[in-house]
């Protein structure tokens, strides 16, 4: 029999459905439940896309005995972290502090008022490598409640107000500069691993907004050590098992430093962020291999995430059916010599198990190996032969692949990820003459308008199945989403865009600022939590703070706007604080700080939309500059008025604070102006 879950929109919930756990999504009933029947809540969080969270579901959650005890003793509480970041970023925060560690699934003892007061993440069905088993934390919270409950009402009434001190009652002293931003290259510089790519040791996650920043700084102060890192780090990745080598896309992170062995999930927000980030190294140096994994990244999210709607799904699972039926890990995705010689025949094979160092011992479980692309001549073939050989025999692997069980999908449909997706396809669509990725772009923005967005703009968190969720957008979902609007104003010329990034910009003034210029992650009016969530910090997302403030300064570079410009320099104060300490954690801030100081430039392009001088401005490689591009001096875009066309041919004007330099209708001196065309 179904439980509460039945009627949620998260599929991570729904996937909980018919657990024997009578489980309640998040809400106010849930602990009024608790307080009538004098039970701790059990809150666990997870999501649709992770592999520890089906194991312990499978082991605990579906297993009627443990589900009994759960029942009696507490109030369970399933959560879909994807769908709720505040219930997620609240209490993981409380779990980090008080273990040294998180992750998913998280599991918190809660308080009928919501008070924390035991933590840990995924519990085994039995106790092994000195975790305890789940049945024994259970019986142990269980027999605290009951016998040490003045106990557990001090843990959790200090817990809470150790949160509370944490608070950011400002943005930060003053506005990072030059000093600020050579302080971070240096210490990724330290951080840096030389022989792999990267930053830090195994695991390695791709650092999609650090290497935004290495890029823009680069190009703002000719720092060379900047693009080696960004442009080694990206061949790494290409190349490695993280990069799928046949469909595209990359999978969350790689549980080595070398990136052979990926976690398998694919999420939205990673490839999203990798495609944008592929796409501005091409523009910085012409690289091939970074042209070929955007557009192949491009290409992943629009056949495989794309939904009926026009939007894009947040995830792919790591794990499907092998050829026994059995649901394990990145079964859809690795090879043996075997699986080769079988789709391929003898000689192909061989070509390519050396083409993918797939080998007899492997290179992830029971002989089977994840695909890379070493560099060797095979994987870059000099003559057209092995090319279309090589192209020949991925196709033929693909095809096969194909016939495989899929990974699930989850088919839910976050704003602020989709605002990245809208970003990534409309600039690659431009960048590369592809305008079917714009109209995928501009499809995935019109389903946020029509749906996500109420008749006063404030935006919903989620979608499914083109019903709006009932969870209200998160600082990330204002900043993201407002960031792909911006993007598609300036590949499109439709200003319809621009006032629609005014509109959430607006609520991020009203709703989630405070009196010293820092940012809250939830609006004013959200529910409230027993803190308000606030992280300046990078996660695999740009951090809800410096997202905001990177769409608050371009529109302010748009239209003229003091509030926006102040509201956005007010908010980069924390980066100036942040930035060299952490600079890997804050590689969004930086990257938003780089164009304030180049800042940043405001081109208006008086000619035709996709004309050559639109296309050179957009391939402008200065730090964060907007563009407009218009015929006509319409009211649209505040940056084309009063700067017509010069003797009627297609002109541009290149601006900083609104004043600009003498217009040019040559685009050698409009690529020369905005730090080169890489073509």
Known sequence: MPNRLAQATSPYLLQHAENPVDWWPWEADAFEEAR????????????????????????SFEDEITAAYMNEHFVNVKVDREERPDVDAVYMEAVQAATGQGGWPMTVFLTADAEPFYFGTYFPPRSRQGLPSFRQVLEGVAAAWTDRREEVAEVASRIVHDLSERTLTQGGEGLPGEPELAQALLGLTREYDEKHGGFGGAPKFPPSMTIEFLLRHH????????LQMAADTCEAMARGGIYDQLGGGFARYAVDREWVVPHFEKMLYDNALLCRVYAHLWRSTGSGLARRVALETADFMVRELRTAEGGFASALDADSEDANGKHVEGAYYVWTPAQLREVLGEEDAVFAAELFAVTDEGTFEEGSSVLQLPRTDAAEPADAEDG?????????????????????????????????????????????????????????????????????????????????????????????????????????????????????????????????????????????????????????????????????????????????????????????????RAPRFTGWGLAVAEALLDGPREVAVAGPVGGVLHRTALLGRAPGAVVAAGETAGTEFPLLADRPMVDGVPTAYVCRHFVCDAPTTDPEVLADALGGSGS
């Open 36 to 59: 009538r029947r004098n039970v701790p809540v059990l809150l666990s969080v997870g999501y649709s896309a992770c592999h520890w969270c089906h194991v312990m579901a499978h082991e």
């Open 219 to 226: 190009t703002r102060t000719g720092a060379d050590g900047a």
């Open 388 to 580: 279309a050989r090589a192209a020949d025999v991925r196709a033929r692997l693909l095809a096969a692949r194909e016939l495989r069980a899929r990974p699930g999908r989850d088919d839910k449909v976050v704003a602020a990820w989709n605002g990245l997706a809208i970003a990534a396809l409309a600039e690659t669509g431009a960048y590369f003459d592809r305008p079917d990725l714009i109209e995928r772009a501009t499809e995935a923005a019109d389903l946020l308008v029509r749906l996500h967005m109420g008749p006063v703009a404030r935006l919903g968190r989620t979608s499914k199945d083109g019903r709006a969720g009932e969870h209200a957008g998160v600082l990330e979902d204002y900043g993201d989403v407002a960031e792909g609007f911006l993007a598609l104003a300036a590949v499109t010329g439709e200003g319809a865009w621009l006032e629609f990034a005014g509109f959430l910009t607006d609520i991020v003034l009203q709703h989630f600022t405070g009196e010293g210029g820092q940012l809250y992650d939830t609006a004013d009016d959200a529910e409230q939590l027993i803190r308000r969530p606030q992280d300046p910090t990078d996660s695999a997302t740009p951090a809800g703070w410096t997202a905001a403030a990177g769409a608050l300064l371009s529109y302010a570079a748009y239209t003229g706007s003091e509030p926006h410009r102040t509201a956005a320099e007010g908010a980069l104060g924390v980066v100036k604080a942040l930035g060299p």
